[in-house]
């Protein structure tokens, strides 16, 4: 049984202050309230910068559209073209069905003349901002605005990263082969070792497809095609056909100016990480001389490019690449980048879903952040048509052996204070297993003059074992690992003698050889090899740690199933050698999308998205954690089995099964259908995986535990099936019932736990039909009594310029009071912390007057995610300045100032699988009273 860590969520409040301080935004305050505007992640939000999505009832241009704002808001606002600039940032004049409007951009002009000082002139441009977005926000051609939100550069997982020069620059700039340090035995496995895991070995040697005639698109960082794998070069004859470059080498989303289009999606940066040539590798490599391919040599590549070289890029312009991938006739589109939602209402997450419906299927990474808790899928890949992509480790990697005098092979890493490891004799520092190995005060069992020592870590630092080995003459040290875990890479500042690591499997192996064999007494000869040579992985063919856990808030299964992503070998730019292994959902995704483009070149485009996903998770294969099944919670329906996929008729609907919470329990159906020609008998079978447990229920709350722990393999669900067999004849379709009928161990697991499986129809007298597997979940407990807030929260920061009060209650108590002072800038508006423990489809800010009656409404939120422990994403902020929308003209009305007195905000939270009519579904914190004054 798998036990971790559980960390503490209690901070001190001076940690709290210094990234409050950074992801502060002044912009916050003036996120005005209306049923039209969707804020996300108030922490990504980028200033002075929204989505417009047009009504389908408009039909005009969106230039007539920014010109009739203009001319409205200049007729009641003379002077206000001389303060401010709108822009059209993006024009998406596309499909109506899939998104219309535009993104703007607004903008402060130079002219400050007439403003003495420059905070008066910044509170006035934030007062016509406003305003602005009021006048948008009236007109009934708008249908929604979002704000455009910040989303990181995918991360790759540093887990081993070895770049292969393969290729380089000659002085003409051509591109020329290098000699490689990689030996591969012929008979032995081949890159990119994955594919035996997938069928996609038999897809290729059977049924000899290579994605002919398929279009795929890469949102990324762009594609090096001056790379001889992808044919060295773009456009009409080129593999990389289509696309463009939305952004430039230089771009930053937080500053605009600092964007360039350019019609070729080029990536030439010098020291990037190659990210979108690694993912155009995994899915289309061809390389004739290296003798590599990707999933689908022969497919035809788009790349979009959104990311520069470093920084950030944007929603809208993900959104844009979306549009224009899907118009240039995508039928697949890889997104191995997102930022954490877990809903399915996530703009973006909504715009791919339509485009997966009209046919440009969108395969999104499920997300890097297993360590983070459950219920946190990244968004695009959260929306319902869109496939998040869970994580799987390869099977082998490349890495650098060490060599015994014996022959046998060690995979090590050197330190980043060694260059190389001259070869000589091992021998062991002290002859017991002991981690205070070589630390102050132990003295060697062995002479080490000239040799290298063995040692084990642990106890004390790596710096001071080399430090006492090289005092007793060492010429060099091994560490070998204290846990299982995959290869470690040891580091010290301050060493002067060579130092390498192994494995913990290794380092006892080489110990009990010195000891137990007397020709060893002086020592074994070890040579460390610089090539790369395939070692197998101790954690291939199971999940990922790094994958994102599901499911989302309203229980849909997620991610949907996965691909080998972790030590995958791939593409990179020349500049960066041109070959190299990288780790993340991000790798997984587009393995998927070249299978994807494999299926479609058998059996063409016309089955749905939805038609798809499940045909392709009924004939994965679930992944082990240990003896037992992994959940379907972290890897969907598991790893894809391609062959299967492509030929089996046999179909099962749905794909996955959600028992939903106990509230909201219900008995499933699935449908079996059988198009084939042969008739088949099914044994039905239940498979239970191990049930997660989400929530530390014993200290803060309900914190979600990052990472999520498995509950003991006793909790499991106990299903009623209506058949044991089933027979199902060519055109025949059937229909199977399942019920839960209890959960086993609960009593002595933690609470809410979410427990789940496998259903199996195991083919019976079949010579040719296959297993199909249909993975289940569901959760003990009911998710709306799940708190919203952390335990303290929401409440108000005493920041900098916060001015307090004493005032008497009705009750007679005297409570601390904080003052909004309108004649002093920093006192001007008083801060709420928000820390939610669970995502929210709505958080809203209500204004109660002195007596605890509503009168107005400050800001809602729509379908936030949750915080973490991180430091980024510990809290949300939002700044309160004294106005409100009065109650009543909600849709309507301007935000007004309150005149002086005593009032109270009131901080709501919609809890999951809630009505938000009804008052009970709403956790409710009151503000201490807040006094304003002019
Ligand atoms: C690629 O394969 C061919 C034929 O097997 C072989 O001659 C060539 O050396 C290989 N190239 C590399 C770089 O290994
Ligand atoms: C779970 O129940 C809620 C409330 O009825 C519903 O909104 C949600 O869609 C259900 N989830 C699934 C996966 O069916
Ligand atoms: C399952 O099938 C039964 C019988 O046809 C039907 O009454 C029930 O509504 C179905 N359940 C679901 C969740 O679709
Ligand atoms: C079923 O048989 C027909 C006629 O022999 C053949 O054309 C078709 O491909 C077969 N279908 C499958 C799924 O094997
Ligand atoms: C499968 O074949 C075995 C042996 O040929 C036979 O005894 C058994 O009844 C068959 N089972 C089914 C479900 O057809
Ligand atoms: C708070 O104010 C003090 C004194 O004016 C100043 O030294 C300090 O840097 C300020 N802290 C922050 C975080 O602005």
Not at 6 to 18: P, Q, V
Not at 505 to 526: C, F, P, Q, S, V
Not at 771 to 800: C, E, Q, T, W
Not at 872 to 882: E, H, K, S, T, V
Request: proline fraction near 6%.
């Amino acid at each position: 049984m798998k036990t971790s860590i559980l960390t503490s969520a209690s901070l001190s409040l001076l940690y709290l202050f210094s990234f409050v301080q950074s992801i502060e935004n002044d912009h916050l305050q003036s996120l005005l309230s209306d049923p039209k505007f969707k804020p996300n992640t108030l922490g990504n939000v980028i200033p002075g910068r929204y989505i417009i999505e047009f009504d389908q009832s408009f039909h005009g241009s969106s230039l007539d559209f920014v010109n009739d704002i203009e001319s409205d808001i200049v007729k009641s606002y003379p002077t206000i073209n001389s303060r401010i600039k709108m822009s059209i940032a993006h024009d998406y004049d596309s499909d109506p069905s899939i998104f219309r409007g535009i993104s703007i951009s607004l903008q402060q002009l130079e002219d400050q003349s007439q403003f003495n000082k420059r905070d008066e002139n910044d509170m006035h441009i934030q007062a016509l901002e406003n305003t602005l977005l009021r006048k948008i926000l009236q007109q009934n051609r708008v249908k929604h605005i979002y704000p455009v939100v910040e989303i990181q550069r995918p991360k790759v997982e540093n887990l081993i990263t070895h770049n292969i020069k393969a290729y380089d620059f000659d002085d003409r700039n051509n591109v020329t082969p290098a000699i490689p340090q990689l030996l591969l035995d012929e008979n032995g496995p081949s890159l990119p070792f994955s594919h035996t895991m997938t069928q996609v070995d038999k897809v290729v040697s059977d049924l000899k497809l290579k994605g002919k005639g398929v279009v795929v698109g890469i949102i990324d960082s762009g594609i090096d095609y001056r790379h001889p794998a992808f044919g060295g070069g773009f456009g009409p004859g080129f593999q990389v056909r289509y696309g463009y470059d939305l952004v430039g080498s230089r771009f930053n989303s937080r500053n605009p100016y600092s964007r360039r289009q350019s019609e070729t999606p080029l990536d030439d940066c010098l020291d990037g990480n190659g990210h979108g040539t690694h993912v155009a590798g995994i899915i289309a490599a061809n390389d004739k001389f290296f003798n590599f391919t990707g999933v689908a040599p022969e497919v035809t590549l788009g790349a979009w490019r959104v990311f520069g070289c470093d920084g950030t890029t944007s929603n809208d312009l993900v959104i844009k690449a979306l549009i224009s991938a899907h118009e240039a006739g995508c039928d697949v589109i890889n997104l191995s980048l997102g930022g954490p939602s877990n809903w399915a209402e996530d703009p973006t997450a909504l715009i791919a879903n339509r485009i997966s419906e009209k046919g440009s299927i969108v395969i999104a990474a499920a997300g890097n952040d297993g360590a983070k808790g459950a219920f946190y899928i990244s968004s695009p890949g959260s929306g319902l048509s869109n496939i998040a992509v869970a994580s799987i480790d390869n099977v082998y990697n490349l890495q650098q052996s060490a060599v015994t005098e014996e022959g046998s092979e060690y995979p090590y890493l050197l330190s980043s204070t060694t260059k190389t490891f001259p070869a000589g004799q091992l021998v062991n520092y002290i002859n017991e297993e002991s981690n205070a190995d070589a630390c102050f005060g132990t003295r060697p069992d062995n002479d080490l003059r000239g040799k290298i020592a063995l040692v084990q870590r642990g106890k004390c630092t790596f710096d001071e074992k080399a430090d006492i080995v090289r005092k007793n003459g060492g010429a060099g040290i091994v560490v070998y690992d204290n846990q299982d875990e995959t290869i470690f890479k040891a580091e010290a500042l301050t060493i002067k003698i060579p130092m390498a690591s192994v494995t913990l499997m290794a380092g006892k192996e080489l110990k009990r050889l010195i000891n137990t064999n007397t020709r060893y007494k002086d020592g074994l000869h070890i040579e460390f090899r610089t090539a790369l040579t395939p070692h197998k992985v101790s954690s291939g063919n199971r999940m990922s740690r790094f994958s994102s856990v599901g499911p989302l808030y309203d229980m849909t299964m997620k991610p949907d199933f996965a691909g080998p992503g972790g030590f995958i070998f791939s593409t990179l730019p020349i500049s960066n050698g041109g070959y190299g292994m990288l780790s993340g959902t991000s790798m997984a995704a587009p393995y998927i999308a070249g299978a994807y483009a494999l299926y479609i070149q058998a059996h063409g485009r016309e089955k749905s998205a939805n038609y798809l996903k499940e045909h392709f998770q009924n004939y994965a294969k679930p992944a082990l954690q240990g003896d037992d099944i992994d959940t379907p919670i972290r890897q969907g329906a598991g790893l894809i089995q391609l062959f299967d996929t492509i030929n089996q008729p046999i179909h099962v609907s749905p794909g996955h099964i959600s028992f939903n919470d106990t509230v909201n329990y219900k008995a499933q159906n699935l449908t079996i259908c059988n198009p084939g020609n042969d008739t088949v008998t099914f044994k039905i079978m239940h498979n239970p995986s191990l049930a997660v447990a989400p929530f530390n229920t014993r200290t803060q709350g309900f914190a979600p535990l990052q990472p999520p722990h498995y509950a003991p393999d006793n909790v499991q669900a106990v299903l009623n099936i209506s058949e044991s067999f089933i027979t199902i004849g060519p055109g025949q379709t059937k229909k199977v019932r399942f019920e839960v009928a209890k959960v086993l161990g609960i009593a002595r697991a933690e609470v809410y736990p979410m427990y789940g499986g496998y259903i199996k129809f195991s083919p019976v007298n079949s010579t040719t039909a296959k297993s199909i597997h249909v993975p289940y979940i569901g959760i003990s407990g009911s998710l709306a009594k799940l708190p919203i807030f952390d335990v303290k929260f929401p409440r108000f920061m005493v920041i900098n310029g916060t001015k307090l009060f004493e005032h008497k209650l009705q009750d007679g108590t005297i409570s601390t009071g904080f003052i909004i002072d309108r004649s002093n800038r920093s006192s001007s508006f008083v801060t709420t912390m928000f820390r939610l423990l669970t995502g929210s489809a709505m958080i809203k800010t209500e204004v109660l007057d002195q007596n605890l009656n509503q009168i107005g409404m400050f800001t809602y939120e729509e379908y936030l995610t949750r915080n973490t422990l991180e430091d980024l994403d510990f809290i949300f902020a939002q700044r309160w300045n004294g106005t409100m929308i009065p109650n009543g003209i909600e849709n309507l009305g301007d935000s007004v100032s309150l005149k002086p007195g005593v009032y109270h905000l009131r901080w709501k939270g919609l809890k999951l699988m809630s009505d938000p009519k009804n008052p009970d579904s709403w956790e409710t914190r009151v503000s201490p009273p807040v006094l304003i004054r002019n």
